[in-house]
């Protein structure tokens, strides 16, 4: 009997640090190495005497809750490469000096030299095999590869580790309007041992057409009583989706945007062959007409006066000074109540951001800007989940990406629909699988 071990070093029953160990006999296999926006900065639950022990590390995209540990590998003695796309690599660079950023800001460090940084060293799937298809990654390894709709470069992985075969979504949606997603071949699926997948969402079932209607009606709603809408976005992801949904949805309205966004959208016009066929020409018309500024410059420039705007910053989090200077003009003069700042994403705890929505929830009539949360669709609820399992069809599933009584609603939602094969862990815990249709739960 073939058996396996899947351990959880970061990322289920949480937001952040997704790391997971698969180990089958002497192969073993990481996925993805990240951190965590908490405190002076959290990381996976390394187990040192094992990390020079790793076959191979795959990397499923550039976030930084998915990529930020890797150095500390090498740290540990790791001295074998990572697998990951070609868009991946090349934008790792920007989320790094972030994260030190916000390391910085917290007093705190990483637990890794920038010498070892350079150590990171990639393979590239496109060159061993086209998507979709079964490649040699290391002795005892199969791989096999696809389009995951997160962000340009981001990809599921599904291994084959000494007969044992668990798929990993990585962060995906197939509800991008600019990315494509692809799962793998239903015959690649068949005696799928476990399935490690992204419900960041829990138990949510909004579609993204549902969120869609909401964030337009919501600018729509401030527009009319004259008011800006300040959207704080990502600098890759949702923020250039978002920018050509409201062109579409509000051609008439002016948009403002902050202009290291508009090199994101140079960028992704590099990567086509991540795209939907219409991406590149929908991202041209958004451009056009399309006002932009720094947001180091005086934030009143963009358009605190005039005609009503909407403001797409790349900072979901408010951490940067040019972002927390443009809230301020939202809340300043006798317009600041017909204001508005919508976030659309997940929100750090201690983050500036946070702060801003604690305050408003506890005083939502405080005569400042209103603060909305709107998501806009970058991950998976409940219902994107159980189309994935239905595809799949996993002996066992693995939950991540979102905080234990959201994973624990979700199984049981999950279990209330005839599938019992699912499972809230936390970072520590183990799951033992076989390649066979039985396995059980450890807890360590």
Not at 42 to 58: A, C, G, I, R, S
Not at 96 to 104: D, E, N, S, V
Not at 257 to 282: F, V, Y
Request: net charge negative.
């Amino acid at each position: 009997m073939s058996l396996a071990i899947l351990e959880v070093w970061g990322g289920a029953g949480e937001h952040g640090r997704a790391c997971y160990r698969i180990a089958n006999g002497p192969v073993s296999v990481m996925l993805d190495c990240g951190g965590k926006r908490s405190g002076r900065g959290e990381y996976p639950l390394w187990k040192p005497e094992l990390v020079p022990q790793l076959t191979t590390v795959f990397l499923s995209h550039a976030h930084e809750d998915h990529t930020v540990g890797l150095p500390a590998l090498y740290r540990m003695g790791y001295r074998g490469e990572i697998w990951t796309t070609r868009a991946t690599a090349t934008r790792i660079a920007s989320n790094f000096r972030m994260w030190k950023g916000y390391l910085a800001e917290q007093g705190s460090a990483a637990p890794y030299s920038a010498e070892e940084e350079e150590l990171l060293r990639f393979r590239y799937l496109e060159d061993s095999a086209e998507e979709g298809e079964w490649f040699e990654a290391a002795p005892g390894v199969r791989a096999c590869w696809g389009p995951s709709g997160h962000l340009a470069g981001s990809v599921w992985i599904l291994l084959d580790i000494e007969g044992c075969r668990v798929f990993y979504s990585g962060d995906y949606t197939h509800e991008s309007s600019l990315l494509r997603a692809e799962l793998p071949k239903p015959e690649y699926c068949r005696n799928l041992s476990a399935a490690i997948v992204d419900a960041a969402y829990g138990a949510r079932t909004e579609s993204q057409a549902e969120m869609m209607a909401q964030l337009i009606g919501t600018i729509r709603q401030v527009s009319e009583r004259g008011g800006h809408v300040f959207l704080p976005v990502p600098l890759h992801g949702r923020g250039l989706e978002l920018l050509a949904l409201l062109r579409e949805a509000l051609p008439d309205t002016r948009i403002v945007a902050e202009a290291s966004l508009l090199q994101g959208a140079a960028k992704i016009k590099e990567d086509e062959a991540w795209l939907h066929p219409s991406a590149i020409e929908r991202m041209n018309l958004a451009l056009r007409g399309l006002q932009t500024s720094p947001f180091n410059e005086a934030p009143s420039g963009l358009a605190m006066s005039g005609a009503p705007a909407v403001i797409i910053g790349p900072d979901a989090q408010l951490q940067t000074e040019g972002a927390q200077a443009c809230y301020r003009q939202l809340n300043r003069g006798e317009n600041a109540v017909s204001n508005a700042i919508i976030f659309t994403g997940h929100v750090h705890s201690g983050s500036c951001a946070s702060k801003i929505i604690a305050r408003h929830e506890a005083d939502p009539e405080h005569g400042h800007c209103s603060v909305y949360r709107i998501p806009y669709k970058v991950h998976q609820g409940l219902p994107d989940v159980w189309r994935m399992l239905e595809h799949l069809n996993p002996r066992v599933l693995l939950p991540v990406h979102t905080d234990k009584e959201k994973t624990d609603r979700l199984v049981s939602e999950l279990a209330s629909r005839g599938y019992s094969g699912a499972h809230s862990l936390t970072p520590g815990q183990t799951l033992i699988l076989t390649a066979e249709a039985e396995y059980e739960r450890e807890y360590r």
